[in-house]
């Protein structure tokens, strides 16, 4: 492995291990989307009588995939609030003060947050199974829903590393956590996009976490009428590579401004 | 390419101006030479954490050349960052991550892995006495262990130039003093220091050379010695058993050094001052004793950089008797 390799290595396991030492950050990261699933799946499971509803044979997984992406959508904020505290308290200075390549500060922190968002989608696979959501898409299916979310929290946690590399503000972060839902929401996280209301529906095809949410159902549960996974890769994708080139850009901008 | 003819820090005419035109670097001229240890004193805001700052590449200049081990702070950056070892103010550490862990991590930045990068690690944590406290996050250090891992993670890849930003501020005399013990004990070693401080006992216990700092300009730069040697030479007060023998004791002393007027107020007093310093305290007894003046004290007051501070700019360092 190359040296700078190692240090998105070295960056990328401080980022992740950190992460599991700040109760705060775990605990939205983990505990709240397993608790907006546990209200959906239980208070909502009557839309599954709904005509136009798909024929699925669990509703739990079903809307599991919204979790999926909302965990996506908060390992990469977190990302984020972590980065803009690390500037904030200094501890950005000290990763300046050394001689490794400036874009591997920014890609260090995203591989902590792909190796977060792969921890939680295994979790909450593993948590919806126990209470009886079943994957026909089997193994492969599993790993390649996982893989997207990964993309996907990358995506977001790039955004919100150019935005705290931007401000340097932690509060700033911190207050955009409620966009995770408008964000969320406006996408098929929990029903099929034709049964959402017409605004929303409207609104949905702008937003990439469509794709993505429509692919990672379609991969678990085997059905590519669910959700194209090409389309939900090149989404998921494209996110990642220009948020990822906006981090960057905003850490040069940062730096020439210095 | 640096050698060891060139000077450790090198700057030229710095400048640094922050939005609405503040100057807090303005025109500074320096230069270390290897191994040496440079203490910059000056009172807060006096520009010190600034030129550190521009020095360690965090921070660019508005105008001027700075090179430190040969390379330009600005063309050169990454062959000063390897050059260089940084402890900036108020130790920037994760509290979440135990002090072992944050030396792997350095030591992985500056290139060092597998057996080198841990036995590096173990080896500053024993040099800075946290070998106990090596796997404990580093949350719950008190602020001198903070400071020594700062240190020690300044050193992982054995830098030539280390530069120090106010490493004692806050810290207890203890920790304090074994800060001080451990920069000597780098210095001996060959490591050139650059250490900022607005206490002048730090800087005159561990400096070779000063440069006072004020609005951003050097205002006065020599050895401690030859700084304070500027502002006067050092004033023995002399307390006498009987103010009757007062008359006596002038005469005794008048050709050890110059004698000050005396003073109606105190007339046990007679103050002499002398370049000999502590040093002529032994011949000032004897010539007092040769002229059966019983003497109760003698004290000596030395000029001090604060003395120096206050003679070039007019006022005084704000830390100046905290360090104590």
């Given at each position: 492995m190359s040296r700078e390799g190692r240090v998105v290595l070295a960056l990328g396991r401080r980022a992740l291990s950190v992460q599991f030492r700040r109760a705060q950050l775990l605990l939205p990261t983990f505990v709240l989307p397993l608790m907006l699933l546990a209200v959906i799946a239980s208070g909502t499971s009557a839309a599954q009588g709904l005509r136009g509803f798909p024929d699925v044979a669990s509703y739990l997984a079903f809307v599991l995939p919204g979790t999926i992406?909302?965990?996506?959508?908060?390992?990469?904020?977190?990302?984020?609030?972590?980065?803009?505290?690390?500037?904030?308290?200094?501890?950005?200075?000290?990763?300046?003060?050394?001689?490794?390549?400036?874009?591997?500060?920014?890609?260090?922190r995203q591989a902590g947050t792909l190796g977060l968002s792969m921890l939680q989608s295994a979790?909450?696979?593993?948590?919806?199974?126990?209470?009886?959501?079943?994957?026909?898409?089997?193994?492969?299916?599993?790993?390649?829903?996982?893989?997207?979310?990964?993309?996907?929290?990358?995506?977001?946690?790039?955004?919100?590393?150019?935005?705290?590399?931007?401000?340097?503000?932690?509060?700033?972060?911190?207050?955009?956590?409620?966009?995770?839902?408008?964000?969320?929401?406006?996408?098929?996280?929990?029903?099929?996009?034709?049964?959402?209301?017409?605004?929303?529906?409207?609104?949905?095809?702008?937003?990439p976490l469509t794709y993505v949410v429509e692919a990672v159902r379609g991969l678990l549960q085997d059905d590519a009428g669910l959700g194209d996974p090409l389309e939900g890769l090149l989404a998921a994708v494209l996110l990642a590579v220009a948020t990822t080139a906006l981090a960057t850009l905003a850490l040069k901008e940062r730096l020439r401004t210095l | 390419m640096s050698d060891s003819s060139s000077p450790a820090v090198e700057v030229r005419g710095l400048v640094r101006e922050f939005k609405g035109g503040i100057r807090?670097?303005?025109?500074?001229?320096?230069?270390?030479?290897?191994?040496?240890?440079?203490?910059?004193?000056?009172?807060?805001?006096?520009?010190?954490?600034?030129?550190?700052?521009?020095?360690?590449?965090?921070?660019?200049?508005?105008?001027?050349?700075?090179?430190?081990?040969?390379?330009?702070?600005?063309?050169?950056?990454?062959?000063?960052?390897?050059?260089?070892?940084?402890?900036?103010?108020?130790?920037?550490?994760?509290?979440?991550m135990t002090g072992r862990e944050l030396l792997r991590m350095q030591g992985a930045l500056h290139g060092l892995r597998g057996a080198p990068a841990r036995q590096r690690a173990a080896e500053l944590l024993a040099r800075v006495g946290l070998t106990q406290a090596g796997d404990r996050r580093v949350g719950g250090y008190s602020g001198g262990m903070r400071r020594r891992l700062d240190l020690a993670l300044a050193l992982v890849h054995r830098p030539q130039v280390l530069f120090l930003d106010e490493p004692t501020t806050g810290l207890d005399p203890t920790s304090r003093g074994a800060l001080w013990r451990e920069v000597r004990s780098l210095n001996d070693d060959g490591t050139t220091v650059f250490l900022t401080t607005q206490y002048m006992e730090e800087a005159e216990q561990l400096a070779d050379r000063v440069g006072i700092i004020a609005a951003g300009t050097l205002v006065a730069e020599g050895t401690p010695a030859a700084l304070k040697a500027r502002v006067g030479e050092p004033t023995l007060h002399v307390?006498?058993?009987?103010?009757?023998?007062?008359?006596?004791?002038?005469?005794?002393?008048?050709?050890?050094?110059?004698?000050?007027?005396?003073?109606?107020?105190?007339?046990?007093?007679?103050?002499?001052?002398?370049a000999a310093g502590h040093g002529a305290i032994a011949p000032v007894i004897r010539a007092l004793d040769e002229h059966n003046v019983v003497v109760e004290s003698v004290e000596v007051e030395s000029p001090t950089l604060d003395d120096v501070f206050a003679a070039v700019t007019g006022s005084h360092l704000e830390g100046a008797g905290a360090a104590a």
């Amino acid at each position: 492995m190359s040296r700078e390799g190692r240090v998105v290595l070295a960056l990328g396991r401080r980022a992740l291990s950190v992460q599991f030492r700040r109760a705060q950050l775990l605990l939205p990261t983990f505990v709240l989307p397993l608790m907006l699933l546990a209200v959906i799946a239980s208070g909502t499971s009557a839309a599954q009588g709904l005509r136009g509803f798909p024929d699925v044979a669990s509703y739990l997984a079903f809307v599991l995939p919204g979790t999926i992406i909302q965990g996506a959508l908060l390992a990469g904020l977190t990302s984020g609030i972590a980065l803009a505290a690390d500037i904030e308290f200094g501890f950005f200075d000290r990763l300046l003060a050394a001689p490794v390549r400036r874009t591997s500060l920014v890609i260090g922190r995203q591989a902590g947050t792909l190796g977060l968002s792969m921890l939680q989608s295994a979790f909450f696979l593993a948590v919806a199974f126990a209470f009886g959501a079943r994957y026909p898409g089997g193994l492969g299916g599993m790993l390649a829903a996982v893989a997207l979310a990964a993309i996907t929290a990358i995506g977001i946690g790039g955004l919100a590393s150019a935005i705290a590399l931007r401000t340097g503000s932690l509060s700033l972060l911190q207050s955009i956590f409620p966009f995770v839902f408008v964000l969320l929401f406006t996408a098929p996280a929990f029903f099929p996009r034709d049964l959402l209301a017409p605004a929303l529906r409207d609104v949905a095809p702008y937003n990439p976490l469509t794709y993505v949410v429509e692919a990672v159902r379609g991969l678990l549960q085997d059905d590519a009428g669910l959700g194209d996974p090409l389309e939900g890769l090149l989404a998921a994708v494209l996110l990642a590579v220009a948020t990822t080139a906006l981090a960057t850009l905003a850490l040069k901008e940062r730096l020439r401004t210095l | 390419m640096s050698d060891s003819s060139s000077p450790a820090v090198e700057v030229r005419g710095l400048v640094r101006e922050f939005k609405g035109g503040i100057r807090a670097v303005d025109g500074l001229d320096l230069e270390l030479e290897p191994g040496e240890i440079y203490g910059f004193l000056g009172p807060n805001g006096a520009g010190k954490t600034t030129s550190v700052r521009i020095l360690t590449t965090l921070l660019r200049p508005t105008a001027g050349v700075a090179r430190v081990a040969g390379h330009d702070v600005v063309a050169e950056a990454d062959a000063v960052r390897r050059s260089i070892g940084v402890a900036l103010q108020e130790a920037a550490i994760d509290p979440l991550m135990t002090g072992r862990e944050l030396l792997r991590m350095q030591g992985a930045l500056h290139g060092l892995r597998g057996a080198p990068a841990r036995q590096r690690a173990a080896e500053l944590l024993a040099r800075v006495g946290l070998t106990q406290a090596g796997d404990r996050r580093v949350g719950g250090y008190s602020g001198g262990m903070r400071r020594r891992l700062d240190l020690a993670l300044a050193l992982v890849h054995r830098p030539q130039v280390l530069f120090l930003d106010e490493p004692t501020t806050g810290l207890d005399p203890t920790s304090r003093g074994a800060l001080w013990r451990e920069v000597r004990s780098l210095n001996d070693d060959g490591t050139t220091v650059f250490l900022t401080t607005q206490y002048m006992e730090e800087a005159e216990q561990l400096a070779d050379r000063v440069g006072i700092i004020a609005a951003g300009t050097l205002v006065a730069e020599g050895t401690p010695a030859a700084l304070k040697a500027r502002v006067g030479e050092p004033t023995l007060h002399v307390e006498l058993a009987d103010p009757g023998s007062a008359e006596r004791a002038r005469v005794a002393l008048a050709g050890l050094g110059s004698l000050q007027p005396p003073d109606s107020a105190a007339p046990c007093k007679v103050e002499l001052r002398s370049a000999a310093g502590h040093g002529a305290i032994a011949p000032v007894i004897r010539a007092l004793d040769e002229h059966n003046v019983v003497v109760e004290s003698v004290e000596v007051e030395s000029p001090t950089l604060d003395d120096v501070f206050a003679a070039v700019t007019g006022s005084h360092l704000e830390g100046a008797g905290a360090a104590a």
